[in-house]
């Protein structure tokens, strides 16, 4: 089993506008990231709860140098923005759902 640190888009929208308008910058890269760790099947689950679609699981090998486990150290982010918090990933789940449903 696997897992992320999932953002979603919006929020990583919304902190990049907020680091122009306040002209923010690093000198190294920043983790856009705020330390929630998902399973894939947890996020399969999700989608398929919020779509209401079952969805197929295929089951392979593990990849060869595949990370297993990724949690982002968010410590540069909560510097300049201390404020900012992330969708729930239902919330974000729901709102991808809905614009691919309007669009395709």
């Known amino acids: 089993m696997q897992s992320r640190d999932f953002t979603y888009v919006g929020t990583v929208c919304d902190v990049i506008a907020k680091a122009l308008v306040q002209r923010t910058s690093s000198d190294s890269p920043v983790n856009l990231a ?3 760790r998902t399973t894939v099947l ?18 392979t090998d593990t990849r060869r140098g595949d990370v297993k486990h990724s949690q982002a150290d968010n410590e540069l ?7 900012i918090t ?8 729901q709102s ?3 614009l691919m449903r309007t669009t395709i």
Do not use: N
Request: aromatic share 6%.
């Open 86 to 93: 992330a969708a729930p990933l239902d919330s974000g789940l």
């Open 77 to 83: 982010l909560r510097g300049p923005f201390a404020g």
């Open 42 to 59: 947890e996020l399969l689950e999700s989608i398929e709860r919020l779509a209401g679609v079952r969805v197929e699981r295929v089951h």
């Open 96 to 98: 991808t759902i809905d």
């Open 34 to 36: 705020f330390g929630v």
